[in-house]
T-cell receptor, first 110, second 115 residues
């Protein structure tokens, strides 16, 4: 099965800076999603981008998708301490089951 | 609206013992998924229920794992007997009916420690 791989594994930035996380996958997809996990909590859905979309925005989040390179990026602008979390990309397979990448640990220092 | 809940939040058991994890999905969500994250590795799919039926159990690691969803409401995941490699965080997620419902709502997870 395909797996998304996140890059970088860990990212530490100052509050107010932008954070960019990348994800690669291996097979054709219908859509790609990004989830966030705060320490000790469940995953929270952030944004979904379909295979026929190239860019999508939601608040301070911007997601791009390049199906030719099988990659996606998540940009968080004007980061806040509350954005500190693990971020995962996930592709959808048969039955809508999610295939997750290893995740990026983001730390935003105030 | 109540979210997905899981019980217990943390379980510590000895190798060879039995543990049962419970998941209560969001009311009305026909789709229920189990995932787990073993230390340092990716979150992996275990199985998928549609109502009370197992739609896909291709991710279940072996026959020591048994999942049920009687009545199509809450689900249990039993590990019997538990092994050291079963340690990790077990997540449950639910989603609305329909093939186009891609967003999944996750519970906080159950951290299982097998010693």
């Amino acid at each position: 099965s395909q797996q998304g791989e996140e890059d970088p594994q860990a990212l530490s930035i100052q509050e107010g800076e932008n954070a960019t996380m990348n994800c690669s996958y291996k097979t054709s997809i219908n859509n790609l999603q990004w989830y966030r996990q705060n320490s000790g909590r469940g995953l929270v859905h952030l944004i979904l981008i379909r295979s026929n979309e190239r860019e999508k925005h939601s608040g301070r989040l911007r997601v791009t998708l390049d199906t030719s390179k099988k990659s996606s990026s998540l940009l968080i602008t004007a980061s806040r301490a509350a954005d500190t979390a693990s971020y995962f990309c996930a592709t959808t397979e048969y039955g809508n089951k999610l295939v997750f990448g290893a995740g990026t640990i983001l730390r935003v220092k105030s | 609206e109540a979210g997905v809940t899981q019980f217990p939040s943390h379980s510590v058991i000895e190798k060879g013992q039995t543990v049962t994890l419970r998941c209560d999905p969001i009311s009305g969500h026909d789709n229920l998924y189990w995932y787990r994250r073993v230390m340092g590795k990716e979150i992996k799919f275990l199985l998928h229920f549609v109502k009370e039926s197992k739609q896909d159990e291709s991710g279940m690691p072996n026959n020591r794992f048994l999942a049920e969803r009687t009545g199509g409401t809450y689900s249990t995941l039993k590990v019997q007997p538990a092994e050291l490699e079963d340690s990790g965080v077990y997540f449950c997620a639910s989603s609305q009916p329909g093939l186009g419902s891609y967003e999944q709502y996750f519970g906080p997870g159950t951290r299982l420690t097998v010693t």
